[in-house]
């Protein structure tokens, strides 16, 4: 049996029942949340390694629920969501969020992203990088060690995705790295609707580590190709 404890919040019962079955599946323990009380109730009772979230539901706003969560943890939330525009996945995951499914979406793509936050989990809990790992490009700094970044002395608040978009990017500074390649090393394939989810989160990490993100200094886009980490002095 999977160790990994996920709280399904979702209202809508047949979208609910295709998540918990392939939940069950593949050995994963689930609770289940109908609306926003009751899932902030479960995920402060039973402390769920990951959350997957519908933003649409019938009491609060998923988005709510994202922020009186990071109040007083950081457990993974994974948003499963019909709202595909990108001010949409930005607002969520400026909230919190640490990654964003649109719906509809197929199982693979769910599985895909628990892979990518349980390799995170793993990495934070067992620190399995060497503790002399730092990367530094200008005043951008990433120990690898601790899994955090900086700017300045500034820590950034980088979701799974962010950080590991960042750390691929880092570890090919220079290299111009393709949509493919980045998706494929993200979620583990090259589907279309992940070229649009990378969007957002280069989006958003632009953000986090850009001055100015309109002409952004680390990380720079070759458009119809991918993007590319420029060396700073």
């Known amino acids: 049996m999977n160790k990994v404890l996920i709280l399904v919040v979702e209202d809508d019962a047949p979208i609910r029942n295709l998540i918990t079955t392939t939940l ?16 902030i109730m479960e995920a402060s009772s039973h ?21 009186r969560i990071r109040t007083w943890s950081n457990m993974p939330i994974i948003v499963i ?5 990108d001010n949409d996945k930005i607002e969520a995951l400026d909230s919190g969020a640490d990654d964003y499914l649109t ?3 197929s199982v693979e793509e ?7 936050t349980q390799r995170r989990l793993y990495f934070m809990q067992t620190g399995s990088a060497s503790s002399n790992s730092v ?8 120990d690898f060690a601790s899994g955090c970044a900086y700017i300045g002395e500034n820590e950034l608040h980088l979701t799974p995705i962010e950080y590991k978009l960042l750390c691929l990017m880092a570890k090919n500074v220079g290299k111009v790295l393709t949509h493919t390649y980045i998706t494929q090393k993200i979620w583990g394939s090259s589907w279309e609707n992940d070229v649009a989810s990378l969007r957002v989160f280069m989006a958003t990490l632009r953000k986090k580590i850009e001055s100015e993100p309109g002409s952004p200094q680390y990380i720079q886009t ?9 060396k700073v002095e």
């Open 103 to 105: 719906k509809p979406f």
């Open 81 to 85: 969501s019909a709202r595909s525009e």
């Open 135 to 142: 990367f530094t490009n200008g005043r951008l700094k990433i």
């Open 47 to 67: 402390n769920p390694d990951i959350v997957l979230l519908d933003l649409g539901l019938p009491d609060i706003d998923g988005v709510e629920v994202i922020k």
């Open 222 to 230: 070759h458009i119809g190709v991918g993007y590319r980490m420029v």
């Open 24 to 39: 069950k599946a593949h050995d994963y323990k689930y609770i289940i949340a109908p609306n926003g009380e009751s899932a």
């Open 110 to 116: 769910l599985l895909a992203r628990l892979r990518v």
